[in-house]
């Protein structure tokens, strides 16, 4: 299974992004599929999450009502609105493969990784 994120760039507060991370692999449709970040010297952290179907999706608080996370199983690719974005919500996004399709909050649960899209947001 290989993940490529991108859609990461520079934005001014307010502003938004979206985030796309192709997936490969024929089992695309049975994973579920998580969004997280990583701050510079901090440590990784959840933002979003969803099941195959999209029948489950669950936000960290910072998250809420501002990024929507979405998937099309026709195209292999999960998505991650942002919007009313902020200059805390700089980081490395990354998106991740859980294969049980639990699609939780916990890295563990994550088996594959892509390998990170920059979101810098300035004041």
């Known amino acids: 299974v290989q993940l490529q994120a991108s859609g990461g760039g520079l934005v001014q507060a307010g502003g938004s992004l979206r985030l796309s991370c192709a997936v490969s692999?024929?089992?695309?449709?049975?994973?579920?599929m998580g969004w997280f970040r990583q701050a510079p010297g901090k440590e990784r952290e959840f933002v979003a999450a969803?099941?195959?179907?999209?029948?489950?999706?669950i936000y960290a608080d910072s998250a809420k009502g501002r990024f929507t996370i979405s998937r099309d199983n026709a195209k292999n690719t999960v998505y991650l609105q942002m919007n009313s974005l902020k200059p805390e919500d700089t980081a490395v996004y990354y998106c991740?493969?859980?294969?049980?399709?639990?699609?939780?909050?916990?890295?563990?649960?994550?088996?594959?990784w892509g390998q990170g899209t920059l979101v810098t947001v300035s004041s």
């Open positions: 692999g024929r089992t695309f449709s049975s994973y579920a």
């Open positions: 991740a493969v859980d294969r049980s399709g639990s699609g939780t909050q916990v890295r563990r649960t994550y088996d594959y």
């Open positions: 969803i099941t195959w179907s999209g029948g489950k999706i």
